[in-house]
C-alpha cells in the first residue's frame, strides 16, 4: 500500500472565484510592481493605519496626507486619525508611528534598497526599524511597494488558509516562529496548487471586501 500523501487541492469554492478574478489580480499586483519610489512614505502610512482599521479608513487618511504633504510638511495627522468620517483606531499611538516614520523615513529609504533582493531579511530590518511594523505589517508595506516574498498573515487570510486544509493557521502567530511556521506551510501549499501567494492573498481578500483594495 502507499503512504505517499495526497496532493493538496485549491477548494472548488476559491479555484472558481480565482479562475474569475485571475485577470483583476495579475493586474493588482502589477501596479504594486509600478509603484514609484516617491510614493512609499504614503504606502508605509498606509500600513500603519491599518492594523484592526477599516483600510478605506485607512486610505482616505493617507490621500489626505498626501494632499497635506506630511512627508515634508510640519502637520499635526492626529485631526485626520480622529475624524469620524475615516476614524482609525489607536489613534494616539499611530500619530506618534507617523511621526517617528517621517523622521526616519531617509534611513528606511535606504535599507530598502540595501535589502530588497533579500526580501525576508528586509523584512526583519523594517520590523526592527519601524515603530507599529510588525511582520505582518512589513510584509504589507513590502508588498504594496512590489517587494514580494513574505506573507502578510492577517487573521481575515488564516480563516481562509484554514478552509483550504492549513491546520498551522488555526490560530493567530503570537511569535516569530509560529508566523513562520504557518508561512512555510502557506507557500509549501501555493507550490502544491500552482498559485502564487500573493495571487492567493488577493483573492482571499476580495472575497472579504468584494474588491481588491491593498
Same mark, same amino acid.
Given at each position: 500500500? %502507499?503512504?505517499q500523501k495526497k496532493k493538496s487541492e485549491f477548494p472548488e469554492i476559491y479555484a472558481s472565484e480565482y479562475r474569475k478574478m485571475k485577470s483583476d489580480i495579475e493586474t493588482r499586483l502589477q501596479d504594486f510592481h509600478n509603484v514609484p519610489e516617491k510614493d512609499w512614505f504614503y504606502e508605509a502610512c498606509y500600513c500603519i493605519l491599518t492594523p484592526q482599521s477599516k483600510a478605506v479608513?485607512?486610505?482616505a487618511v493617507v490621500k489626505k496626507l498626501i494632499d497635506m504633504n506630511f512627508e515634508y510638511?510640519?502637520?499635526d495627522p492626529m485631526p485626520l486619525l480622529r475624524d469620524p468620517e475615516h476614524y482609525i483606531r489607536f489613534h494616539n499611538q499611530k500619530t506618534i508611528n507617523l511621526q517617528l516614520l517621517k523622521e526616519h523615513f531617509p534611513e528606511i529609504r535606504l535599507l530598502i534598497h540595501e535589502f530588497r533582493q533579500t526580501p525576508l531579511m528586509l523584512r526583519d530590518v523594517l520590523t526592527a526599524k519601524v515603530r507599529g511594523?510588525?511582520?505582518k505589517e512589513s510584509a504589507h508595506f513590502m508588498r504594496n511597494i512590489g517587494i514580494f516574498g513574505p506573507?502578510?498573515?492577517d487573521r481575515h487570510i488564516l480563516k481562509h488558509?484554514?478552509?483550504c486544509g492549513i491546520k498551522s493557521a488555526k490560530n493567530p502567530p503570537t511569535n516569530k516562529s509560529i508566523y513562520l511556521k504557518i508561512e512555510k506551510a502557506w507557500l509549501k501549499y501555493c507550490k502544491e496548487v500552482q498559485i502564487d501567494m500573493e495571487s492567493m492573498?488577493?483573492?482571499?481578500? %476580495?472575497m472579504e471586501t468584494g474588491f481588491i483594495l491593498k
Open positions: 500500500m %502507499s503512504t479608513h485607512a486610505d510638511n510640519d502637520v511594523f510588525g511582520m506573507t502578510i498573515l488558509l484554514l478552509a492573498d488577493l483573492l482571499f481578500w %476580495s
